[in-house]
């Protein structure tokens, strides 16, 4: 299903990183989230990349947060 990204405990730790490179994606989800647009990426940032690279990271993103147990916990109030 994630064919363009990998988990190797031997590069940057583990983390999920685009397939073939030392990029996480949680630095390119960083970089979406500030704003940095798909061309700009792929312009000023990672020229060897594919738009269907830094689709790849949003789709990954997206199937571990659907993939995840949300279990809400009441705080304590505060004193």
Do not use: Q, W
């Not at 685009?18 to 940032?45: N, Q, S």
């Not at 594919?50 to 993103?61: G, P, Q």
């Amino acid at each position: 299903m994630f064919d363009r990204i990998s988990v190797n405990p031997s590069i940057c730790g583990g983390k999920p990183c685009i397939k073939g490179t030392r990029i996480p994606v949680a630095m390119m989800l960083d970089l979406l989230e500030d704003g940095v647009t798909f061309e700009e990426i792929l312009r000023d940032y990672y020229p060897h990349l594919t738009v269907a690279d830094i689709k790849a990271c949003i789709e990954y993103a997206r199937a571990l947060i659907e993939g995840e147990e949300i279990h809400l916990v009441e705080e304590a109030a505060l004193v």
